[in-house]
Each structure stands twice: as C-alpha cells, then as structure tokens.
C-alpha cells in the first residue's frame, strides 16, 4: 500500500460495528451543530478530537473561542500521549509570530509577493464587516487595496522591514492635501518622505522595474491620494487604523510585530505539532481575539496548500469550536482545495443562522449553503433552530412516500366515507425529529446524533427489510473517554 493509500484509508473513528471514519473522510471536512447542552463539543467534538490525537502524525491548529478551551485541549493531549506534541501559543509563551515577516521571508514561490500580503490585510480589514446586498463594496475595497498596495512597495523599495507597524507609520505620514509633498515640513518630519529619498539616494542601484514602481508609487502618494475628498480618504485611513492599532502596543506588538517567527505552519507540517493558539474570545476581547486567530489562521491555511506531500505527508485537522466566530471569506476557497493537502477542517456551531449571520445573510443563502456543502461528514445533534432542522432533514433527502387520507361527509339523510391515498415525495427524516433527538445530562451521558456522510450508504443500516441502506446513521457519544 503506498503512503498516499495508507493516509486516506486509515481509520480514524468508528461510528458502529461496521461503519469507520477513515481518512478520505475527514479530509472532506467535518460539520457538527447542536443547541446548547447537546453535547456538540463535550460528547462528539470530544470523541473526534481523541481520535484526531490518537492517529499517528497527525497535527493541527486548534483556535480557542473560551478560556476552557486550552486545558480541554491538553487534557486530550495527555491522555492520549500528545502532550509533548503540544504547543500552547499565548501572551506569556514567549512565542512570537510575525506574519508579515513569515509570508515575505518564507522559501518557495509567491514570497515576497506585494499582491500576497495585500489579500492577507485585505481579508483581516474585512473581518467583522457584513458584505452588502451587491457584494463588497468595490469603492472601499480597491481603495484599500491601493493604498496597501502603494505604501508596501514603498517599503519594500527602501529596504525599511515591511510590518503592521511599518506600514501603518507610512499611511499615517502620507500627504493630507495637493502640494503638502514640496513642503519642507512634510519632507522633514514625514516618515513617507524619509523613505523616498532614501529610494532616490540610491538611485544607480535601482533596476527599470523598480524605477517604473517607484513613479507609479510617488504618483498615488503626491497626486492622487492627497486629492481625494476628505472624507472617504479618512474613511479608508480608518479602515486600516481600525485593523492595525490593536498591533502598535504590547503585548500584541512584541508577540506579532517582532520579525520572529518562533511558530511557524512547518511545526505541523514537519514536526506533527498540535498548535493551541491561547487567545481566547471572552478574554481578549471579541475583536482584538478573533483578529489574533485569523492571522493565526490564514497564514497556516496559506501554506498548508502549499506543502509538498512528497517532503511532508501527515494529516493536519483545523479546528474550530464555536465556528461562526472564525469565519473569513476565504473559508469557502480553502475548504474546496484542502482535500488535496489532506488538511481535515472541523467546524462546530450551533445552527446555520450563527454562519449566515456572519456571512452577511439574513437567512441562509448561497454564502452559507455553498461552504456547508464542501463539508462532506455532518453530525446534527438535538437542534432548537427550525432552519437547521430543516437543513439536516434536506440534506438527507426526500422520498416517495405512500400517504393515505379520510373523507367523511354526506346530508341528513345520505353520509358516506373513503380511504384515499396518494404516492408524495416527503423527507427521509421530518425536521421535528431533530428536536427529539437525546441530550446528555447529569444522569444520561450519551449525546444522540444522526450523522450525514457525503455519498455513503452506512452499513449497520443495511437489514433484510431494507438492504440497500440508509445515508444517515443514529450515533450515540458518550461524554465518558
């Protein structure tokens, strides 16, 4: 059997005596939503995230919504004997992780690329912002992107270390009106005009391309930036300020603007590190946590894509409790190319209103449907939310059904009666059913879930009666290792 075959075909949880969760599986992502107290993390996350640990090689990346979070993670680990496998990344690990510094200094193609660190800050001045009916706003959007794009080749012309700070201290110093660039002023006390003598200073050394980008740099920042209304100038300042302040003091300063990178994507891919990113939501504060973890996050994803199998082939899991508070834009593309890098993404949540919600939808539409459907196993656990009831119950699916009906009627002196029936299509399993379904409690430590595998026929379903099978399956989960 070749590496490749192994990977794919090991075995990696049972759900019953004769159905596995293998590693082909997984790889195709894994969806688990159950109302509060269903036993959504406590019972089946539990259970999945011991058989994440168990597997040999297996490493991952684990982000953290609650302050119980990081010791649940290190009870698994030692009880399955990970724990020296284990890393906890937090404001007083002494790791360092400067993204930045990690995407421009890293080997391979694509590094150093000015169009890679403008679709990471992109993505992170985006978070938070619920898209409109039409999309992003194309306005907002390419003005961000063009001043990043501008400021970042300018520091990258002068050899000035590109970062969160360096770049916000550029957009701070640029011009605020047509003409301030000849002023002495400006040209004294603005970083921006330091950097570009610096540039000029060394002109004999500059190649075509990099004169080409210098003028075009110098155009924006003399010319074009200083002419826009105020307003919206100040708003796409604002946008960027709103992202970056947060990095401009300590401890998140010195732990993610630093140019040290002591945690790096290659400690899961070659070394098989679990990473505990220790920055929980209800700590650190909503925004500054969730911005934290996505840079965590995307910069992983990144170059989880990029490995090459041949040099490093272990199974990698993403995981991430309370999902709906991690959720980028590029959620929905890595999950359609994750598969090939044998990366297993696990998403739990409550309902799919959380996601949608997210997402920029009022109710769940083509964002959420879509990403949900690139996730092939589904667990739905007791559900109180009716479109995630009936979500469950569509994917299951639909069949023809016999459905007989009573007629009664007639007059004083003539009543009659029938039996009818008609052939109707009607779900497998009716959306009520998930709200029955069994939820643990301080006497009953099981969790009932009726699990969804993408194209699977389960085997313990299979009986004389019905030998084809079923596409779902009713697990119990213990909260009980």
Known sequence: MTLRNEVLDRRILSLS???????????????????????????????????????????????????????????????????????????KSGYQFDPIAYEWGRPGRGAGDVENIIDFFTTLVSLGKKDTAHGHDPFWERGNEQLMRNVIKLLDLSGET????????????????????????????????????????????LTPDQWSDLDFATQFI????????????????????GMADKFLFSPLNRIFCGSVCSIKPEMTTLDSKIIIVDFPLLEYGFETAKLIQAIVKLTFQRAWLRRDLAASG?????????????????????????????????????????????????????????????????????????????FASDQI????????????????????????????????????????????DSNNPYAEAIVYQSGKIFNATKTEREPAGRNYLRVLFSRET
């Open 17 to 91: 005596e004769v159905d596995d969760v293998h590693g082909r599986d997984i790889f195709e992502g894994i969806f688990v939503a159950g109302a509060p107290g269903s036993g959504k993390t406590a019972n089946v996350g539990a259970q999945i995230a011991r058989s994440f640990l168990k597997t040999p090689g297996m490493s991952g990346l684990v982000l953290t919504a609650k302050s119980s979070d990081t010791p649940q993670w290190l009870n698994y680990a030692k009880e399955t004997g990970r724990i020296r496998d284990t890393i906890v990344f937090s404001e």
């Open 162 to 205: 590109i970062s969160i700070v360096s770049i916000d201290r550029c957009i701070k110093s640029l011009p605020t009106h047509p003409g301030e660039y000849e002023e002495e002023a400006w040209q004294k006390e603005s970083f921006c005009a330091h950097l570009i003598a610096s540039i000029r200073a060394r002109k004999e050394t």
């Open 222 to 241: 003399f010319k074009k930036w200083p002419a826009f209304d105020e307003r919206p100038r100040s708003s796409l300042e604002m946008t960027w300020s």
């Open 314 to 390: 272990n199974p990698i899991f993403l995981w991430q409790d309370e999902f709906q508070y991690f959720v980028t834009r590029r959620d929905n593309f890595f999950q359609q190319t994750c598969r090939g890098s044998r990366v297993a993404v696990v998403c739990l949540t409550q309902n799919i209103l959380n996601l949608a919600e997210e997402l920029g939808e009022d109710q769940p539409g083509s964002k959420t449907k879509s990403f949900l459907a690139n996730l092939g196993t589904k667990y739905f656990l007791q559900q109180n939310c009716p479109d995630t009831c009936l």
């Open 397 to 440: 699916g639909k069949e023809y059904r016999y459905i007989a009906g009573y007629n009664a009627g007639g007059d004083e002196r003539h009543s009659h009666a029938g039996v009818s029936g008609s052939n109707q299509l009607a779900h497998i399993i009716e959306p009520v059913e998930f709200t029955r379904l069994l939820k643990p």
